[in-house]
């Protein structure tokens, strides 16, 4: 469910000292908006107080105060997520949220119509479960409240299913080739409905690990994507209106010279500005280039059609991982942002379509990467106008250093947001020197799926795996004969 | 990863016996061993104490993701049996019924080390109580599927085939097949006849677990399983099913209701590439690993083509005409079998206007 929230603030006490910093790397001839190289300040970085192995992030205003929060799940060993409050601007000290469990994934929604939001965390663990933490308003959270799921849920979407106006959860399973529904009665309790299969259509264990909400068919509910990373294949849940699914569709996603790419994230949004949503998910691929896959969605009504034929280098450096959209430029279209592994640059892909109901042809065309941040591991993306200067500043947790990354953006806005910057940026801001991190050693790898073939489902499957700790000693794993890999 | 943390453990509780340094350390006070946490020991005490004579470190430090790992690999042994019904959920590992204890745990580790919940449960109910040996003995007419273990000629949109790989099958052919859970997995795909109606049953017997599905679409997408039919070990299954325009497979594999069996399954040939050693021991099966496909076709009969010429048309119409009013048997202008041929039978020939299916 989206956030309706989107507060316009001029004070900003974040970005400041980046403003200077950036306009003094400013000389030249003033560039036109949108059409020049995205500016981000130095990064924010904001180290986790314990090993967190940051797992993603997520916003809203949880404090009521009309700024972007940030919460932070990670797999942490004493069960605890972070919780940074935002104020002016600048966001205040992780504060520990305890969950009971390791936490892959969060959603910020208010589940039970008190106006407050709440958190629904996916807890990663075979004995499954969603951790609840309802909100007060100011900040602070009740004790959490947890509903049993299957084994080791990874994600969870929250949207409303059933079209009666309230919240429902769609969470699914690592472990488990199902979606389980629970649908909110409108007080923020919630009743199981018929669970949702994974269709198989490979030899391999599917593994899914990612799941969204979005109106594909255009028949005005919500369906639900599963990115399936053992599968490398996406899978579509059609619903009916009510909460039930038809069977799964599972589509591939564009091939690289041949190579199917592993998955492990997907983002949601209309990238060619045709009015209907489209997938990207970013492309583990050995041996070649990392990708941005694009799942075009062509339209159709009361099926669901994809072009597929699209895939963007997003960079040489790492393994793409995660993914996010937002109109960084304010040019009324969705750039698209990539976090990589092993190395991990942050790449922007500046969105240069021209839709059909512009005049243009409508095919989505994607510019070469910009590098806006450079560390070790970029598991998890998010945008949001932290500083509230109107334009969408972007969220990076890096798992190696068990960190956040606030990444101000101060890219001229062509909407008339942003800082007031202006000039050609002969420099991007500097961020780390590319640590000295060799790439996993491909030979070493296994076939974790179980497909009989090493590739790229494999290694993302390894990545989505590992903890901040690991990135030095990745080991081969068991294959799943005898016992499924942990 | 030396762990220097260990080192110093183990160095300041020499005097501890590992089993002594166990037991104070795990117990019902404590969270679950399949959970990393900041406190030392776990919850279910077996498993703990068995970790914990690899790594003392997890029963004096912390319980940390090495930990959790160790569990995985190290406990799934210790449960079967244990106390508890397998189809009441209880907080300990395992349960009761020796076989069915080592089936679900075979499929779900975590049954056997964590706890027996509800999942378990639902996997004793759909997995055990049936758990004959037995051994399929082909009709001489039996078509051998063909597939070694090794060898994948029938794996469908499996890996990164472009098209479905699959065999062939006829109406009134009677398959008989093998499948295997080594990797990689093994699945047989068999492509239907292309007919565009009717009503189509399988009957499959088998030594193992087995699911039918129906497959159809494109490896690049959108592919759909529709449906699925499970058919216990030495038990046989009749299933029906009408398939609407398009190509379609029948897909046989080693698995139950919702679930495919990653293991149980290894294959009984040798690997000319990887033989094994002299001492190597076979690895467990549970289950014997052939099956018996038969695929009957049942096409529509196109009752309104009173002429039989493969077409409604005007003859038939005007077949219908003739024999308006009170009908007496046989009729076979009488479609809807009412003893009247009537506005009825005339709708029906009306909907089945054109070719026969």
Redesign the interface.
């Given at each position: 469910m989206g956030l309706s929230l989107r507060t316009i603030r001029s004070g900003t006490s974040l970005v400041c000292s980046s403003i200077l910093l950036a306009s003094t790397l400013a000389i030249g001839e003033p560039t036109a908006f949108a059409d020049g190289p995205f500016l981000f300040g130095p990064p924010q970085i904001i180290t986790m107080p314990t090993p967190h192995s940051p797992t993603m992030v997520a916003t809203g205003d949880l404090d009521g105060d009309g700024d972007f929060d940030v919460v932070v799940p990670g797999?942490n060993?004493?069960?605890f997520a972070y919780l940074m409050l935002n104020e002016g601007g600048v966001l205040g000290a992780p504060v520990e949220l305890v969950t009971g469990?390791?936490t892959d994934w969060v959603e910020i929604v208010d589940l039970d119509g008190d106006g407050q939001l709440d958190l629904c965390f996916a807890v990663r663990?075979?004995?499954g479960r969603l951790s609840i933490l309802r909100g007060n308003g100011d900040g602070t959270f009740l004790d959490f409240e947890e509903i049993?799921l299957?084994?080791e849920p990874r994600s969870v979407v929250v949207d409303d299913l059933d079209g009666d106006g309230d919240p429902d959860i769609a969470a699914m399973n690592h472990r488990?080739?199902?979606i389980e529904i629970l649908l909110n009665d409108g007080a923020g309790s919630f009743v199981r409905a018929p669970q949702v299969?994974v269709?198989?259509?490979?030899?391999?264990?599917p593994f899914p690990q990612g799941i969204r909400s979005v109106d594909l068919d255009a028949d005005g509910d919500r369906d639900l994507v599963v990115v399936a990373t053992g599968a490398s294949?996406i899978f579509?849940c059609r619903n009916q209106g009510d909460a039930t699914f038809e069977?799964?569709?599972?589509?591939?996603p564009s091939r690289v010279n041949?190579?199917?790419g592993g998955m492990t994230n997907l983002s949601v949004g209309d990238l060619d500005l045709d009015g209907d949503d489209d997938l990207v998910v970013p492309l583990i691929l050995i041996g070649e280039s990392s990708h941005v896959g694009i799942f075009e969605n062509r339209g159709s009504v009361s099926t669901?059609e994809?072009n597929?034929d699209l895939a963007f280098p997003s960079t040489n450096l790492g393994y793409a991982y995660a993914s996010a959209m937002g109109d960084l430029d304010g040019d009324a279209d969705l750039d698209v942002v990539i976090g990589h592994a092993l190395p991990g640059p942050v790449m922007v892909l500046d969105n240069r379509t021209v839709p059909i109901a512009a005049g243009g042809d409508g095919v989505i065309r994607l510019e070469p990467p910009q590098q806006i941040a450079n560390d070790s591991f970029f598991r998890g993306l998010a945008v949001a106008d932290l500083d509230g200067d109107c334009d969408l500043d972007v969220l990076a947790v890096e798992l190696i250093s068990n960190s956040l990354w606030i990444l101000p953006n101060l890219t001229p806005q062509a909407n008339g947001c942003g800082d007031g910057f202006v000039g050609r940026v002969v420099l991007p801001p500097t961020t780390r020197e590319t640590p000295a991190r060799s790439k996993i050693e491909v030979d070493r790898l296994v076939?974790l799926d179980?497909?009989?073939?090493v590739?790229g489902s494999d290694l993302a499957l390894l990545l989505a795996g590992m903890?901040g700790d690991q990135a030095d000693?990745v080991q081969p794993v068991r294959?799943?004969?005898?016992?499924?890999p942990? | 990863m030396i762990r220097f943390d260990l080192l110093l453990a183990v160095t300041m509780s020499a005097a501890f016996t590992l089993n002594a340094a166990g037991q104070q350390q795990c117990g019902i006070e404590l969270p679950p061993c399949d959970e990393p946490h900041g406190a030392p020991g776990c919850l279910q005490t077996g498993c703990c104490e068995l970790v914990c004579e690899t790594d003392l470190f997890c029963c004096e430090v912390s319980w940390d993701e090495t930990c959790v790992e160790q569990a995985a690999e190290l406990c799934g042994d210790i449960a079967c049996p244990n106390l508890g019904g397998c189809l009441e959920i209880h907080e300990t590992p395992g349960c009761l019924d020796e076989s069915c204890c080592e089936l679900v745990r075979l499929h779900d580790p975590f049954c056997g080390y964590g706890t027996w919940d509800s999942i378990c449960v639902a996997e004793a109910e759909g997995w055990c109580g049936v758990l004959a040996e037995c051994q399929i003995e082909p009709p001489l007419d039996a078509i051998p599927e063909g597939e070694p273990c090794l060898e994948r000629i029938n794996d469908g949109c499996s890996q990164d085939a472009l098209e479905a790989v699959a065999s062939l099958i006829h109406c009134g052919d009677q398959i008989y097949g093998k499948t295997t859970t080594t990797v990689p997995r093994d699945v047989d795909w068999f492509r239907l006849p292309a007919t565009t109606d009717g009503m189509w049953t399988a009957t499959l017997s088998s030594e193992f677990p087995a699911r039918l599905l129906l497959v159809t679409g494109d490896c690049e997408g959108p592919i759909r399983t529709v449906d699925q039919y499970h058919v216990d070990p030495c038990t046989s299954g009749d299933w029906s099913f009408v398939l609407p325009e398009g190509q379609w497979y029948l897909v046989v594999e080693a698995g139950v209701s919702g679930r495919a069996l990653r293991s149980g399954l290894p294959c009984d040939e040798i690997d000319p590439k990887n033989p094994p050693d002299d001492d190597e021991e076979p690895l467990p099966r549970t289950y014997g690993l052939h099956y018996l496909l038969q695929l009957d076709c049942h096409p529509v009969e196109c009752g309104a083509d009173l002429d039989g010429d493969g077409a409604v048309d005007g003859q038939d119409l005007g077949l219908l005409f003739v024999a308006w009013g009170a009908c007496s048997d046989p009729c076979t202008a009488d479609l809807d079998g009412d003893s009247v041929v009537d506005g009825q039978d005339l709708g029906l020939l009306f909907a089945a206007w054109g070719a026969c299916p």
């Open positions: 797999r060993v004493e069960g469990g390791q663990s075979l004995r049993s299957g084994r488990l080739p199902i299969v269709g198989r259509s490979t030899v391999g264990i294949r579509i069977a799964s569709e599972g589509w591939r041949g190579q199917i669901v994809f597929r076939d179980g497909d009989g073939v590739g903890r000693a294959r799943p004969e005898g016992a499924a942990r | -």
